[in-house]
């Protein structure tokens, strides 16, 4: 029936565009015609009229072609504001409008009736209601579909109860804006977003409301700002700057940026993410021109860790310092000849073999001929020892340069290669076997191709290299220098200043317990976690693991210091013995303050003020942890299922 009805007026446009292009001329010329042989009508007018009906078809498509445009265009129009406009949703006052009071919540939360159903209109929260006073910490246990967790999301406002209401110290707590719940309460569930930024954007996001800073404008500057807000206002949007401050220090007990930080370590650190930022600090970089103070910091604990080493003789064997006229053997060729962290792409090392630069320090010390040498070398030694290996075999991240992917393709190359005349190589598979030298680590490898003669000449390259490189391509490789801070190389590699040796049993472990024994003795333990706040966590987080996004969203609730922290089971995705740390410290810091959790085990109620039994959407009892758990079947069943 709908195709027919589509088919009908399809065909009545064409009729009318057949009718308008293909009567009207012959009307034109049998009436016409007519007329003018009769006497009636001049010539002249008749072709006029005909001309003029020429041009008709051109504007008539196009009206057709707007009223397509515009039907179109309204089904669209609303089919987005039925997306953004749902049943139920709540006005832009709820977000907008600035509460009068925005003091701490007193009194009680409680809930009247409170019911939720499912899209079946099955009710997953039945007819709850309970009044919960705010100096209290309250467990919530249940088995899954007990509708614990859903009445976390009634109970934070994050969803709308079907029936029932909820209030707030005397107050409809459906009433009161976004800027009383969203400030002075909180809710983390068991599966954390992290949006792509800092850790330090996630953390604070909860201090965001409004701008409260903004910056001075000046000149263009001011102009652009002032377009900007005209626009915004004329197309009904938000005016707030962006690059204003948003954060509200007062709601994190704080009075500045630096205290911020201060605070927010301590509060990763009380969801157990202190040593992981701290590590990620230790990974990270610092611009030395802007924080000159830390750069030299660092260079202090270069010092002390080479005064730690040097008092015991087997930690100095842990670490191949770099030194300006020694080979480093537990460095790649390709470091050793830089001496130096290449910045940005130029001088990567899987292309090293590719830069016109290298290749003429190469040529000009005569290393030309030998690169190619013990690449075919390299290249036959890869293929004879992983060619039967599987792919996903550990050997190849341990000690291939080649892929598995490309080892076929070495296999070509060594084929059609004379080892005698590799000079007459083709450009392509010259610089192919030429790369593969740049990546051999002499004490990791121990091919015994980094003979001393080979190193003797590397020595030579690097001075070469470092003496005759172009101003143009001296912002591309920071140099190793022991009195200065190497801007392209992480706080860890800068204190360490060389390499870690291998075959030495658990350097890499001893070395960083030496660094963190350092740094704590210099007092930079925090300043190094400041660092690791700038660390990037990547889209929705995933640089960062499950647990640390869990420690993360949790931290970032805290942060905002809310007067009513709700959680559902926020730590399932972690460890016994964090989750226990965490509770404790939670418990701790909401002593005389209202904390709601939803347990993930019935056993995990035990340290709270009192326990809330749901089962099949009800409540069905509440009182202290001891009695439930001794006089109550639901909770010893739960406790006997652990």
């Not at 080479?306 to 053997?329: I, K, S």
């Not at 929705?540 to 809310?562: E, V």
């Amino acid at each position: 029936g709908v195709r027919e009805r589509i088919y009908r007026q399809k065909f009545v446009i064409k009729f009318l565009n057949n009718s308008i292009q293909q009567l009207g001329p012959f009307a034109f010329y049998s009436i016409g015609g007519y007329f003018v042989i009769s006497g009636d009508l001049e010539i002249g007018t008749l072709v006029a009229a005909i001309a003029a009906h020429k041009d008709l078809a051109a504007p008539w498509k196009e009206l057709l072609a707007y009223y397509q445009m515009q039907a179109d265009a309204t089904i669209k129009y609303d089919q987005v504001v039925s997306q953004f406009g749902p049943a139920g949703m709540r006005g832009p006052d709820y977000q907008m409008v600035e509460a009068d009071d925005l003091g701490p919540l007193t009194g009680e939360l409680t809930a009247a009736n409170l019911t939720l159903n499912d899209d079946q209109e099955v009710p997953v929260v039945d007819g709850v209601s309970m009044r919960l006073p705010l100096d209290k910490r309250y467990a919530i246990v249940g088995s899954g579909g007990s509708g614990k967790d859903e009445l976390t999301l009634l109970l934070a406002r994050l969803l709308d109860p079907d029936n029932g209401n909820i209030s707030l110290g005397g107050g409809d707590a459906a009433l009161l804006p976004e800027t009383v719940t969203g400030r002075r309460m909180a809710h983390v569930g068991a599966a954390a977003f992290v949006f792509a930024g800092t850790i330090a954007d996630n953390l604070f996001l909860g201090l965001k409301h409004r701008p409260l800073r903004s910056p001075e404008y000046t000149g263009a500057a001011a102009k652009h700002r002032a377009l900007y807000v005209d626009e915004a206002r004329r197309s009904g949007n938000i005016d707030f700057d962006p690059d204003a401050d948003w954060i509200d220090y007062t709601s994190a007990g704080v009075e500045d940026a630096d205290t911020l930080r201060q605070a927010g370590l301590g509060v990763l650190a009380q969801c157990g993410m202190g040593e992981e930022v701290y590590q990620f600090g230790l990974r990270g970089t610092i611009d030395p021109q802007a924080r000159p103070d830390l750069a030299a910091a660092i260079l202090r604990a270069r010092v002390g860790l080479r005064q730690h080493m040097a008092a015991d003789p087997a930690l100095l064997v842990l670490v191949e310092g770099f030194d300006t006229d020694a080979y480093n053997l537990n460095a790649s060729v390709g470091e050793n000849l830089m001496f130096g962290n290449p910045v940005g792409d130029v001088f990567d090392v899987e292309h090293l073999a590719e830069h016109p630069y290298v290749l003429d320090v190469l040529a000009q010390v005569g290393l030309t001929e030998q690169f190619l040498s013990v690449g075919y070398q390299v290249a036959s030694t890869m293929v004879e020892l992983f060619a039967d290996l599987p792919p996903d075999h550990e050997l190849f991240q341990q000690f291939s340069f080649i892929s598995a992917d490309d080892l076929p393709d070495v296999q070509a190359l060594l084929q059609r290669s004379d080892r005698a005349n590799l000079a007459a190589l083709p450009d392509e598979d010259r610089g192919r076997l030429m790369s593969l030298p740049f990546k051999i680590i002499p004490a990791r490898h121990r091919l015994g191709l980094v003979d001393e003669n080979l190193q003797g000449k590397v020595l030579e390259a690097r001075r070469y290299f470092a003496a005759n490189l172009p101003d143009e391509l001296r912002s591309a490789v920071e140099f190793f220098d022991v009195t200065e801070y190497n801007a392209a190389a992480n706080i860890q590699d800068n204190i360490l200043f060389g390499k870690v040796a291998y075959g030495q049993a658990l350097a890499v472990d001893r070395v960083g317990a030496l660094i963190s024994e350092v740094i704590m003795e210099l007092g930079l333990h925090e300043v190094v976690a400041e660092v690791g706040l700038s660390f990037e966590v990547g889209i929705a987080g995933s640089r960062l693991s499950t647990a640390q996004r869990q420690k993360l969203a949790l931290a970032r609730a805290l942060m905002k210091r809310p007067d009513i922290l709700i959680l559902s089971e926020p730590t399932a995705s972690l460890d016994s013995a964090t989750q226990a740390g965490i509770m404790q410290a939670l418990l701790a810091e909401y002593e005389g303050r209202c904390l709601i959790w939803s347990v993930q085990r019935a056993s995990m109620a035990a340290g709270f003020d009192e326990t809330l039994v749901m089962r099949q959407g009800r409540l069905m009892e509440r009182g202290s942890y001891a009695d439930l758990s001794q006089n109550n079947e639901c909770v010893r069943e739960l406790l006997a299922s652990e």
